[in-house]
């Protein structure tokens, strides 16, 4: 069976004075068409460095040293320059938290969508404004056509997130890899930009890697979920499950801390301490110092990624058979 994307043991490593730094230790993850994961954890667990890994855009003193990612059956990591750049943006779409720091402030929209459209495609402008405005359309912005020659900065955040969903969208994707897309929005507006990609994705049957510190999100709107700390899977399987029933440690203190499990007035739960800095990580399992069921086993020995339920679900921790 082949996946639409397949990462096996991919490592990152950034290369700095004193030695390298190993960010991405061993991920790895499958994605069918039409799938959704969610890759969730804290700010410094390597989620979005695992994501511009897949579309080969880690910048310099990082690199990939190991591993392998297989998109529709090409290896992307042996890809040159060139063979990337006919597959990132085209067959895979990336949508990142900042819809300001991914549109242009002196460019019309239309102009942005149509230059997008020309990189990839050999049509005609007014092909490619039919198609942007077609893309406007799915995404619900009001006034499609009057939109098109608007500048970024007359549309509110949520509109501009849209849109940004839009030019992912023009060269009909079969991957798109969102990366915090609603960290900068309000509640009602976050709410909205998940229902859209959870209907495109079954609309288009396009597959959505979903990167979040938020499992209440994810838990929404992907099928399954890899939850990582420290550069490492810790915790993997469908997204009801673990929800439901959290093995780990880490992901039982990231649903602890959800504002929804808890009774009305009651202080929110915490993971106490901090992810550790990759120029000094602890020995033994990298989450340890700050695991209130910890044995001494678990300062001594990383714990593998252990398949548990009938291969449904993987775990890392000495504590879980």
Do not use: W
């Not at 667990?45 to 890994?53: D, I, L, N």
């Not at 720091?101 to 049509?123: D, K, S, Y």
């Not at 009909?172 to 976050?190: N, R, S």
């Not at 999100?217 to 890899?226: E, G, L």
């Amino acid at each position: 069976m082949e996946y639409l994307l397949e990462v096996k043991d991919l490592e990152v490593r950034f290369a700095l004075r004193f030695g390298d730094l190993t960010a991405i230790d061993g991920v790895s993850f499958t994605l069918d068409r039409g799938e959704r994961l969610g890759l969730v954890g804290e700010s410094g667990a390597g989620k979005s460095v695992t994501g511009f890994a897949i579309i080969n855009l880690i910048s310099k003193p990082g690199h990939i040293s190991g591993g392998e990612i297989l998109f529709e059956g090409r290896a992307l990591n042996r890809l040159s320059d060139e063979e990337m750049r006919h597959i990132r943006g085209n067959r895979i779409s990336m949508i990142f938290q900042d819809p300001m720091m991914t549109l242009n402030p002196v460019l019309t929209i239309g102009t942005q969508m149509v230059e997008t459209l020309h990189a990839h495609r050999n049509i005609s402008k007014e092909e490619a404004e039919a198609i942007a405005l077609e893309k406007l359309k799915k995404v619900y912005i009001p006034s499609p056509e009057k939109r098109l020659k608007q500048y970024p900065h007359e549309f509110s955040g949520g509109m501009r997130q849209r849109i940004v969903i839009a030019i992912a969208l023009l060269t009909d994707p079969a991957l798109i890899i969102a990366d915090e897309p609603t960290t900068a929005l309000d509640v009602t507006i976050q709410a909205e930009i998940m229902d859209l990609l959870l209907e495109l994705c079954e609309s288009e049957e396009m597959g959505l890697i979903l990167i979040t510190h938020d499992l209440g999100v994810v838990s929404q709107v992907t099928q399954k979920i890899a939850v990582m700390y420290a550069g490492k899977i810790v915790e993997a399987g469908p997204t009801e499950a673990i929800v439901h029933n959290a093995r780990h440690p880490y992901t039982q203190g990231l649903i602890r801390a959800l504002p929804g499990s808890l009774r009305q007035g009651a202080r929110l739960n915490q993971i106490p301490g901090v992810m550790p800095s990759l120029t000094d990580m602890p020995s033994g399992c990298a989450f340890h110092p700050r695991c209130e069921v910890r044995v001494d086993l678990c300062d001594k020995e990383i714990p593998p990624l252990t398949d548990i339920e009938d291969h449904q679900r993987r775990v890392a921790c000495h504590l879980v058979k």
